[in-house]
C-alpha cells in the first residue's frame, strides 16, 4: 500500500495505491493546524478502502507515505515566518545581495537591519567576544534564528571556527539554545548571494516546517505505523522528515504534478507535454520534453537565485479561488485568493468575494449538488451576490456579462502565460490536470492552437498521484577545483560517505541502492551534465567550463503505479441519460455572444476503455468536471484517461 499526499493552500489530496485499485480523496486545507487536515485526508481515504474510517487499520497496513505540502511557498509568499539575524564577515557589503525589487522586499521582511559583522583574522578569545557581542546584539533587535554566512576561500573552515565558539557559550541542550544555521553546511556554492540566499530561505521555513512535520509523524507513532512519514521534496525525490532540508520543500507539490507527468510522456510518448494545474490559490504550469523535466541548475524562488536546483514550473495568480476585482475600470483576476477558509462565496462559509468557481455556478458548468463528490453544497443565490458586487456593479454591466467577462479574464491570463512556451501548437500535447484545471483546459488550448489534451483519470488529485512516481533518494554536489583523477575520485569518495551515512539513516543499505555519478558545468551562462564514463577522467570539453561539480545520486527503488499498455481505439459510443444546461460562447473570438447549451453529461466513473463522444458535452469526476465544447471530442483510453482531440475546421 502507497499513499501519496499533496497538501495545498486550498484543498489537501491523498491518492493511495492499494495493489491493483486506486483511491484518492479530498479535504478542505486547515491552515492554522495542518495536523489537523492531515490526519482528516487519511480518515477520509481509509473510509473509500473499507467503508468507514479506519485510521489504525490504515497505518498498520501502509508501506510507505509521502508527503508535499505548500506551506513553506505560502510561508515565503505571505512573508509569515521567524526574525532573522544575519553575521557576515568583516567588509562584507550586503547591498550584494540586493540587487532587485523582490530580493530588496524579502531581505527588509526576513532580516532588516538585523547584520552583524564580525573579522575572522582575531585570536579565538577575541573572535569569541565579539561573536557573542554579535549574537546577543541581533536576538536584543528580535531575531529568534541566526544565518552565519561569511564568503571568501576560508569560508568552511571560518564558519566552523564560529560554530564551534558559538556551541561552548550556548549549548544545544539549555533552553538558552541559538538557533544558528551555517551557510557552508548548506551547499559550498562559491557565489556568496546565492549561497546566503538559500541559507537564509532555508532559516525562514525551518521552524514551521519542523514543528508541523514532527507534529504529523507523532501521530504516525501514535497510530503504529510500520515506517516513518517520508517528505516529497522539489528535486523529485523522497526522503525522512529529519533528512530534509527545509528549502527542498519548495515548490514540491508542483514538482509532484511534474513527475506524473514526465511518467505519462513516457508512457505515452509525446515529445512535448505542455502541463496546467489549477488547483484553488494557483495556476502552475510546466514542460516535460523528450521526457525529462525542465530544470534550472540554479533555482530561482521569488526572483531570489539560490543554489538548488529547481524545475522550471512557473505559478500564476490564477486559481479557483482567486479574487475578481475591478480596477481603473479594468477587471482583474487575483494574484490573491479566498483559500480554503473562507472560500468562494458559494461555499457558504462567510466568503463575499467573486470567484471562478461562482462564475461557473452561475453558468451552469459546475453543479451545486454534486460538487465535491455532493459533500459540499454550492450556493446560487450567494455566488450570484458576489458576483453582482464586485464585478457586474463596478463595470456597469448585467449580470450574464459579468460572467462573459470573468471567463474571458481567466481564460486570457491563462494563456498569455503559457503562449511562450508554446513553439509548435500541433507537436504541442496539453496535460490538464488539478481541480479545476479540465474545466478551462478546451478553452485555453483553443487559445494557444493546441489540438490534443490529456486529462487524466486522477486529474483531481494528480500532483498527490505523481508523487506516487518518486524513490527515497538523495542528490549531492560538490565544487571541483582539482580536475586531477585523484582529486576528482576523492571527491567522490566524501560523497558517498554522505550518501552511505544518510542511507543508512533511511534504513538501507548501499547495496540495496543505485549510484550514479555526474559533472556538471557551466559555460556562456547554459548548464549541461555530463556521465562518467571508464573511470574518472574528465572530458578534455569540461576543461573550459566556468564551473565544475561533482553530482552523486544514491536510489532506493521502491514500488511505484504502473500504467496500462494502450492500444486504444474508439468501440463504442459513449451514451448519456442525462444533460445539463450550460451557458458559453460557440466561438471562442466571439465570448459576448452567450447561448444556452443542453450538453450531454458524463460520469467519468462509467465510461469504458473505447468509449468516445464528441462535444458539447460534460464528463464530471467526483472531484473534476471537464468541459467539452462543440468541435472537440473525448475517447477513453485503458488507463481511464481522457484524450481530448479538437477536430480542424475542415472536417
Not at 505560502?74 to 512573508?79: G, H, I, K, L, Y
Not at 499498455?565 to 471562442?588: F, N, Y
Request: aromatic residues 6%; negative net charge; contains cysteine.
Amino acid at each position: 500500500m502507497l499513499i501519496s499526499i499533496d497538501n495545498g493552500g486550498t484543498l489537501t489530496d491523498a491518492c493511495v495505491i492499494y495493489g491493483a485499485q486506486v483511491y484518492h480523496a479530498k479535504t478542505l486545507t486547515t491552515p492554522h493546524d495542518l495536523t489537523q487536515c492531515f490526519v482528516q485526508i487519511l480518515r477520509d481515504v481509509s473510509k473509500k478502502i473499507y467503508g468507514e474510517p479506519r485510521l489504525d487499520t490504515l497505518l498498520e497496513e501502509v508501506d510507505y507515505i509521502r508527503y508535499s505540502t505548500t506551506q513553506g511557498t505560502n510561508a515565503v509568499v505571505q512573508r509569515n515566518g521567524p526574525r532573522l539575524g544575519l553575521i557576515v564577515r568583516t567588509c562584507k557589503d550586503t547591498n550584494q545581495l540586493l540587487r532587485n525589487d523582490d530580493e530588496r522586499q524579502l531581505f527588509e521582511v526576513m532580516v532588516g537591519d538585523r547584520v552583524a559583522e564580525v573579522n575572522t583574522t582575531q585570536r579565538d578569545d577575541d573572535l569569541e567576544a565579539e561573536v557573542i557581542a554579535a549574537v546577543n546584539e541581533l536576538m536584543s533587535r528580535g531575531a529568534s534564528r541566526l544565518v552565519v554566512s561569511l564568503g571568501g576561500e576560508a569560508l568552511a573552515e571560518d564558519e566552523s571556527r564560529i560554530k564551534r565558539l558559538t556551541l561552548s557559550r550556548y549549548p544545544r541542550h539549555l533552553l538558552g539554545a541559538v538557533p544558528i544555521l551555517f551557510s557552508h553546511q548548506l551547499s559550498d556554492d562559491r557565489n556568496h548571494a546565492r549561497r546566503t540566499w538559500s541559507s537564509l530561505l532555508n532559516a525562514f521555513l525551518h521552524q514551521g516546517m519542523e514543528r508541523f512535520l514532527h507534529n504529523a509523524e507523532g501521530v504516525l507513532r501514535k497510530h503504529r505505523a510500520r515506517h516513518p512519514l517520508l517528505i516529497f521534496c522539489n528535486d523529485g525525490t523522497s526522503s525522512r522528515v529529519a533528512k530534509t532540508v527545509a528549502l527542498k520543500t519548495w515548490g514540491s507539490g508542483p514538482r509532484g504534478g511534474m513527475e506524473g507527468a514526465k511518467a505519462l510522456a513516457q508512457h505515452y510518448r509525446r515529445k512535448t507535454l505542455l502541463t496546467i494545474d489549477i488547483g484553488g490559490t494557483t495556476t502552475d504550469i510546466g514542460m516535460v520534453e523528450h521526457g525529462t523535466v525542465r530544470e534550472r541548475r540554479w533555482g530561482s524562488l521569488e526572483n531570489v537565485e539560490v543554489s538548488l536546483p529547481l524545475c522550471e514550473v512557473q505559478s500564476l495568480g490564477a486559481g479557483g479561488g482567486s479574487i475578481f476585482r475591478v480596477a481603473d475600470g479594468f477587471l482583474k483576476v487575483g494574484p490573491d485568493s479566498v483559500g480554503g477558509a473562507p472560500g468562494p462565496a458559494c461555499f457558504g462559509y462567510g466568503g463575499r468575494e467573486a470567484t471562478i468557481t461562482d462564475a461557473y455556478l452561475l453558468l451552469g458548468i459546475l453543479d451545486g449538488n454534486s460538487y465535491f463528490g455532493g459533500a459540499l453544497r454550492l450556493d446560487t443565490e450567494r455566488a450570484k451576490t458576489a458576483v453582482q458586487a464586485n464585478v457586474a456593479e463596478p463595470l456597469g454591466v448585467s449580470l450574464d456579462e459579468a460572467l462573459v467577462r470573468m471567463e474571458r479574464a481567466y481564460v486570457n491570463k491563462i494563456a498569455a502565460a503559457m503562449s511562450p512556451l508554446v513553439k509548435d501548437p500541433q507537436g504541442t500535447c496539453l496535460l490538464a490536470f488539478g481541480g479545476a484545471g479540465p474545466m478551462s483546459a478546451c478553452r485555453v488550448a483553443e487559445r494557444l492552437g493546441i489540438t490534443e489534451i490529456i486529462v487524466p483519470r486522477m486529474a483531481a488529485v494528480f500532483s498527490a498521484f505523481g508523487i506516487g512516481f518518486s524513490d527515497i533518494a538523495h542528490n549531492y554536489d560538490a565544487a571541483l577545483t582539482d580536475m586531477g583523477e585523484c582529486a576528482v575520485g576523492g571527491l567522490v569518495e566524501q560523497l558517498l560517505r554522505k550518501a552511505r551515512r544518510d542511507m543508512f539513516a533511511e534504513g538501507f543499505d548501499m547495496a540495496e541502492c543505485v549510484v550514479e555519478t555526474s559533472i556538471g558545468s557551466t559555460r556562456n551562462g547554459e548548464n549541461a551534465t555530463y556521465k562518467f564514463e571508464g573511470g574518472l577522467k574528465l572530458p578534455a570539453a569540461l576543461r573550459a567550463a566556468e564551473d565544475l561539480r561533482i553530482q552523486l545520486t544514491a536510489t532506493k527503488t521502491i514500488p511505484h503505479f504502473t500504467l496500462g499498455a494502450v492500444s486504444t481505439k474508439p468501440l463504442a459510443q459513449a451514451t448519456a441519460t442525462r444533460t445539463r444546461t450550460v451557458r458559453m460562447a460557440a466561438d471562442p473570438a466571439r465570448p459576448e455572444d452567450l447561448s444556452a447549451w443542453e450538453m450531454r453529461l458524463f460520469c467519468h466513473e462509467e465510461l469504458s476503455a473505447g468509449d468516445w463522444a464528441n462535444g458539447p458535452a460534460v464528463v464530471e469526476e467526483e472531484y473534476f468536471t471537464c468541459v467539452i465544447p462543440e468541435r472537440w471530442g473525448f475517447l477513453v483510453n485503458e488507463n481511464r484517461d481522457l484524450i481530448l482531440n479538437r477536430q480542424s475546421e475542415k472536417a
